[in-house]
């Protein structure tokens, strides 16, 4: 074999590859972060290669030692990686061979890189998986918690973002909560489909060594191997999958992340977020900038872009593996690295949001929100509905001219539009009644919140033992 050419795949080869091709088809530059898994994969095939015999033991002993130096290597930044070995499969098989012989070229005996990169992915993913969901549970954990102490702050509900019905804060909180327990549904359903092992598919047949799948599936926590080697070594849908789970995620985050930034500002003022999630400005003194849940808006896009590229890049490719499969991890990495850190920002915020319930309560007082109340008071005393609403209609043109909201208003003005209505309404028209009345399951009475946030607790609590 020529020293020029590759020492993986070079004998069939007459010359040297392009400089430039060379760099263009290496992955080593991003592939290495599936060092850790690589190897782990490495060790299972070794072992289930001596359990059938196919190695002996010894020659598995030299590989596993060898490999785990290797990983130590990698961790303290000692690794040499090179771009001539293209990928980290070849660099790590490369520096196998350096160090332990022979034996270490029969590492590949049974395996194809296709089935390799496949099972390095899926590991990374279920490794990835795992640490999104602990922060995600962080997350909704201090979310339940916000929400059951906010149960009886008031505030204004919105419809077009103009006030509409006087709500709790800890009722807006747990439709937050909502979101996110189906969000975490979605990826513990995702983990599902990851967690199958392509290794045995080889190339893209199979091989003809005496392989035990299950050994290796074992060995690797898989739930079971893969069922078809064309499937296992070419579909990439379970990255589609994550980052479909990621973009849901992020939108949820994101329109969050806008009721955030709108609170906190003067013209809102609902809430303070204390100051280590906030940045200044370098001109203007007085700015605090909700710069955390800004940044978790923006960065959504960037992961809906990765989910378009990934459909794009599976859209054409016939069985079985082909490389433009080697463009699927940049995206991947880069949707795992902000969905965690997004959930890790969130995770630390949310308990640290500080309502202005003066704020909140004066906001919901303002805007006529107790209308409802008063229509549906006057449907209980008789009144059809669509007089009732009429009725209150010509009530808030009233209060818009006197520059009074219902609750301020006097029995006798109120009487003005309907003779039906009495001192009790009283009781409707304060924002108090009103939250206390929508007393059903799902509504926004502190009790309901209460009993909700506990509900909510026990659903995660399911969720979490079934991880
Ligand atoms: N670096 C490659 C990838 O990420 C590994 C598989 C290469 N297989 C091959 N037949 N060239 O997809």
Not at 82 to 111: C, F, W, Y
Not at 167 to 190: N, P, S
Request: net charge negative.
């Amino acid at each position: 074999m020529s020293q020029a050419t590759n020492q993986s795949w070079g004998g069939r080869f007459s010359e040297p590859t392009d400089a430039f091709v060379e760099r263009f088809t290496a992955s080593v530059n991003f592939d290495q972060r599936l060092a850790a898994q690589d190897i782990q994969g490495s060790i299972a095939h070794a072992t289930m290669l001596a359990r059938v015999g196919v190695l002996t033991d010894e020659e598995r002993e030299a590989i596993v030692t060898g490999l785990n130096e290797i990983r130590e290597e990698i961790r303290r930044g000692e690794f040499q990686w090179s771009v001539p070995l293209e990928d980290v499969h070849m660099n790590i098989e490369a520096r196998l061979t350096d160090k332990i012989g022979i034996t270490g070229k029969k590492l590949h005996t049974g395996r194809s890189r296709n089935d390799q990169v496949a099972t390095d992915i899926r590991l990374f993913m279920r490794d990835a998986i795992d640490a999104i969901e602990a922060e995600l549970i962080r997350l909704r954990e201090g979310m339940i918690a916000l929400a059951d102490r906010e149960a009886d702050t008031i505030m204004p509900g919105f419809t077009h973002l103009q006030t509409a019905q006087p709500v709790t804060f800890g009722h807006h909180l747990l439709a937050w909560q909502e979101m996110l327990a189906r969000d975490h549904e979605r990826l513990l359903d995702c983990r599902k489909r990851v967690n199958v092992m392509p290794l045995g598919a080889a190339a893209l047949a199979g091989t003809t060594y005496p392989i035990d799948r299950h050994v290796t599936a074992e060995l690797l926590g898989f739930e079971r191997p893969a069922e078809n080697s064309l499937d296992a070594v070419s579909d990439r849908d379970f990255a589609i999958e994550f980052v479909s789970f990621a973009s849901l995620l992020l939108m949820h985050l994101s329109r969050m992340s806008e009721e955030l930034v709108l609170w906190t500002s003067a013209q809102f003022d609902f809430i303070d977020l204390p100051d280590r999630f906030c940045t200044g400005s370098s001109i203007m003194p007085q700015k605090k900038n909700p710069d955390v849940p800004e940044l978790v808006r923006g960065k959504t896009g960037r992961v809906y872009g990765h989910l378009m590229g990934l459909l794009t890049l599976m859209k054409s490719q016939p069985l079985a593996y082909n490389k433009d499969n080697q463009e699927d991890k940049e995206p991947l990495f880069d949707a795992v690295d902000t969905v965690g850190d997004c959930l890790k920002a969130f995770a630390d915020m949310v308990p640290a949001i500080e309502p202005k319930k003066v704020n909140m309560f004066e906001a919901a007082r303002k805007g006529f929100s107790t209308a409802t109340d008063l229509a549906d008071y006057l449907v209980r005393k008789g009144v059809a509905f669509r007089d009732a609403h009429e009725i209150v209609g010509e009530s808030v043109a009233y209060g818009l001219k006197e520059e009074k909201d219902l609750s301020q208003m006097s029995l006798d003005e109120l009487r003005q539009f309907s003779q039906e209505i009495e001192s009790d309404v009283f009781d409707v028209l304060t924002l108090e009644g009103s939250v206390a009345a929508r007393n059903h399951i799902g509504g926004t009475a502190p009790e309901q919140v209460r009993a909700a946030a506990q509900r909510a607790r026990e659903a995660l609590d399911v969720l979490k033992d079934q991880a």
